[in-house]
């Protein structure tokens, strides 16, 4: 939108909007619905965003690019590839507390190319060869089982998100209550690391 246009008023309604998608699941939240949840009338969102899904690529694309800036900034650092990991799982799990329905709805919508047309190759082709040359060089000194590093990342992501987009279904599975659950991913830094490095 236009500078001129943010003010509060914009804010709230992006607020009102993330926690519908991100906190509560309500990924197909309505126009209404979220006027509603920002205490507006509906009229302000297409002053403020001209539609809904305008106003979700908005919301996607600060949600996608702030998580990404800190990733790159991880994988880019100087510190050894274990740390990384630790640091790219706080990461990780630090957004799946504050918002943990944001992964489901990022790939429910990544899906929709009509609306989210851009990429981020750019900084995934800086962080690959880094990782690549990082795992590599653990594994040559026999601190990683022996792997593609391409199947080492498969391997790591799988065990750092898969409870996080499973969270509803897992749950509900295993009569878990959202503290247990909590408790859960709390623990699982030390469970992945245990996991993926020799001991």
Avoid: C
Avoid at 14 to 36: N, P, R, S, V, Y
Avoid at 111 to 138: N, R
Avoid at 170 to 187: F, G, P, T, V
């Amino acid at each position: 939108m236009d500078e001129e246009k943010k003010d509060p008023t914009y804010e709230v309604i992006l607020d009102a909007a993330k926690d519908l998608f991100f906190k509560q699941g309500k990924i197909h939240a309505t126009t209404q619905e979220i006027a509603d949840a920002a205490g507006v009338n509906r009229t302000l969102i297409n002053y403020y965003f001209r539609s809904r899904n305008a106003m979700i690529d908005i919301i996607f694309k600060e949600a996608f690019e702030e998580e990404e800036k800190q990733q790159e900034t991880i994988v880019l650092s100087k510190l050894p590839l274990r740390e990384k990991l630790e640091n790219f799982m706080d990461l990780s799990f630090a957004y799946a507390k504050k918002y943990p329905f944001m992964r489901v709805f990022m790939i429910t919508y990544m899906t929709q190319a009509e609306i989210y047309d851009f990429s981020v190759k750019d900084q995934i082709q800086k962080m690959l060869p880094v990782l690549f040359s990082e795992i590599e060089e653990e594994m040559n000194e026999g601190n990683l089982h022996k792997m593609e590093p391409i199947q080492f990342i498969l391997n790591f992501i799988s065990l750092v998100y898969m409870p996080i987009f499973m969270r509803p279904l897992l749950q509900q599975w295993m009569k878990l209550s959202e503290e247990e659950y909590d408790r859960i991913i709390a623990s699982r830094k030390e469970v992945i690391l245990n996991t993926i490095y020799k001991q």
